[in-house]
């Protein structure tokens, strides 16, 4: 079974520049989550999809940061613009069903550095 | 508000010895907790989980954790540590809380270190 896809796997930007992650959840997984993991700290959640539809978005800062997933699987993750203190591990997990017991499945993550 | 606490940031064993990572929760409902592994440069793996069942659970690599309700803990252990061990541990809870169901609340991590 093929796991959580993600990429790019690093990105070098400058601070006020735009990018964009991507992620491909395993197959049938209705729930897809958005993590950001700061050097030196635990995963916090960014969003929380459950089909194509916006669970949880509360830490989510909405000033620059955007995600979608249009068709209920893939998606897409972008800032814009960049702050220096978005340099972190942006990862991306998928469940089953997004309840409380579920496993989530992570991927290898974008390491996001802004210069 | 559910949180987790990881009692050690750094934890040092020698090859052959037990390991012990130490992790309290706090929860407003009958929690779900897990441990996860994250190796350097490596994705985030799941070790094991509590999801109110057996208190004493199984997991890989010969990984164990026992929930505990009146201690309100649920540590990490192995019997006998191998090199290959050597990573960053995160203890986590899982939110029950109506529409977040699900969301997953990472302690700050363990990293376990093991000396020949």
């Known amino acids: 079974e093929a796991g959580v896809a993600q990429s790019p796997r690093y990105k070098i930007i400058e601070k006020r520049q735009s990018v964009a992650f991507w992620c491909n959840p395993i197959?049938?997984?209705?729930?897809l989550y958005w993590y950001q993991q700061i050097l030196g700290q635990g995963p916090k959640l960014l969003i929380q999809f459950q089909n194509n539809g916006v669970v949880d978005d509360s830490q989510l800062p909405k000033d620059r940061f955007s995600a979608e997933r249009l068709k209920g699987v893939d998606s897409t993750l972008k800032i814009q613009p960049a702050k220096l203190e978005d340099s972190a591990v942006y990862l991306c997990a998928s469940s089953f069903a997004g309840t409380a017991s579920d496993t989530q499945y992570f991927g290898p993550g974008t390491r996001l550095t802004v210069l | 508000a559910q949180s987790v606490t990881q009692l050690d940031s750094h934890v040092s064993v020698s090859e052959g010895t037990p390991v012990l990572l130490r992790c309290n929760y706090s929860?407003?409902?009958?929690?779900?907790l897990f441990w996860y592994v994250q190796h350097p440069n490596k994705g985030l793996q799941l070790l094991l989980k509590y999801t109110s069942a057996a208190t004493l659970v199984k997991g890989i690599n010969g990984f164990e954790a026992e929930f505990k309700k009146s201690e309100t803990s649920f540590h990490l252990t192995k019997p006998s540590a191998h090199m290959s061990d050597a990573a960053e541990y995160f203890c986590v809870v899982s939110d029950h809380s109506g529409g977040s169901q699900g969301n997953l609340i990472f302690g700050k991590g363990t990293k376990l270190s093991v000396k020949p």
């Open positions: 197959s049938g997984h209705a729930t």
């Open positions: 929860s407003s409902y009958s929690p779900s």
